[in-house]
Each structure stands twice: as structure tokens, then as C-alpha cells.
């Protein structure tokens, strides 16, 4: 078999460099996506603790990108995160690059997940069960959509390379926010709400894997 000569085979390349292009952008989807699949736990109940609110740790507050950030109480969460939904245009994205639906409690036990569908969209989480596994009340007070914003640019590279399964540990503080424009963002300081203004708004100063 005669292999091409290396001219002959850089002309070919031009020649479809849309389909070598296309080849490598599949290479590329492909590897991002095995990378961020998500994860699918043992059953089991991974995370036993309730999330803490406390006293908010600083009175005064601080400017964070244009905005003015008011610290409402301290945080901190162990939980699993349910489903991640990434945003890059929305009126919020300028603080907030992604929202996590997190779960702990009998909401972090994959028997119970199994039976239910979850998924984000336009800054709210669902779910659905054709049967409840565990009474609609709890799934209320075990999960919550959590707006992520993160400290510093090394936090918010932690938050993107998270999958949905991952069992974590975030601490920081629920927070209020307003824009120049006078837009305003504000943490739900309860576990217990549902619907709008229900979804925790986080400063995240801190952020492991379990």
C-alpha cells in the first residue's frame, strides 16, 4: 500500500477541513460529556446532616461585581447535588454561572431519587413521581435549587467541574443582591418554602468533594 506523500495529504486535509473540523469537535462533545456524566450512587442515604444557617458573619456589605452584596446569614451544606444547570445570559449569570438542585436527608438516597424525575430550567428545579417514595412535605424540605455565586475564579472552576451524584460541602453565606440597575436577588433564609423566591442564593467561600 503507498501511503501519501506529506503534501499530498496536507493539501487533502485542506481540502475537507470542515469535515476534520466536525471530527474533532465530536472528539471534543464526546470527551465533555463522559467527563461530566453524572453519577449513580449505591442506595443508600449519603448525607445524614441538615444544612446550618447562622447569624450573618459580616453587618457591613461589599461590592462583588457591579453589584452590592448584603450578607444575610452564614451557611453551610453537606448535600448531593440532584441535577447542575449551567447559565451564561441570563440577567443573574453575570453573579451566578450555575444553579445546583441539592439533596440531602432520604433526598440524597439513590433508591429514593431513582423514582423521581428532576431537572432545572430558567433558574427553577422539578420534579415528578408517577408515586411518591417519600411524602411530597419532605422532598419539599430535603432539596432546594441553590444559586452558586462563587468568591474568586478558583471557586467557580471547583462549581463547573461538579457532576450531578457528587456528594459536597459548601460553605459561605445566603446573600442578597443588587444591581446599579436596581435589580435585586434575595436568598430564601428557610428550607421549608416552595415556589417563587424559594431557592437559596449563596456566596460560596468554600467548596469540597465528599
Not at 444557617?53 to 440532584?82: K, M
Not at 459548601?170 to 436596581?182: T, V
Request: aromatic content about 10%; overall charge negative.
Amino acid at each position: 500500500m503507498l501511503l501519501p506523500e506529506r503534501d499530498e495529504l496536507w493539501d487533502w486535509l485542506k481540502s475537507r477541513s470542515w469535515l476534520v473540523l466536525l471530527i474533532i469537535a465530536a472528539l471534543v462533545w464526546g470527551i465533555h460529556s463522559w467527563m461530566t456524566r453524572p453519577l449513580h450512587p449505591a442506595p443508600g442515604i449519603l448525607v445524614s446532616e441538615e444544612p446550618i444557617q447562622g447569624p450573618p458573619p459580616v453587618t457591613e456589605p461589599w461590592t462583588f461585581r457591579d453589584h452590592t452584596i448584603l450578607s444575610l446569614a452564614s451557611f453551610d451544606l453537606h448535600g448531593r447535588i440532584l441535577a447542575k444547570e449551567r447559565y451564561y445570559f441570563d440577567r443573574a449569570s453575570e453573579l451566578s454561572p450555575v444553579d445546583f438542585a441539592m439533596g440531602w436527608g432520604r433526598m440524597s438516597d439513590s433508591s429514593v431519587l431513582d423514582q423521581l424525575k428532576i431537572w432545572q430550567d430558567d433558574r427553577w428545579y422539578y420534579w415528578s413521581a408517577s408515586r411518591l417514595p417519600i411524602p411530597e412535605a419532605e422532598i419539599n424540605s430535603h432539596s432546594a435549587n441553590m444559586h452558586m455565586i462563587p468568591a474568586n475564579a478558583h471557586i467557580k472552576n471547583q462549581l463547573l467541574d461538579l457532576r450531578a451524584g457528587q456528594v459536597i460541602h459548601i460553605q459561605g453565606q445566603l446573600i442578597q443582591a443588587e444591581g446599579q440597575d436596581r435589580w435585586k436577588w434575595r436568598s430564601s433564609l428557610s428550607r421549608t418554602d416552595t415556589g417563587d423566591g424559594a431557592c437559596e442564593v449563596i456566596w460560596v467561600e468554600t467548596v469540597e468533594t465528599q
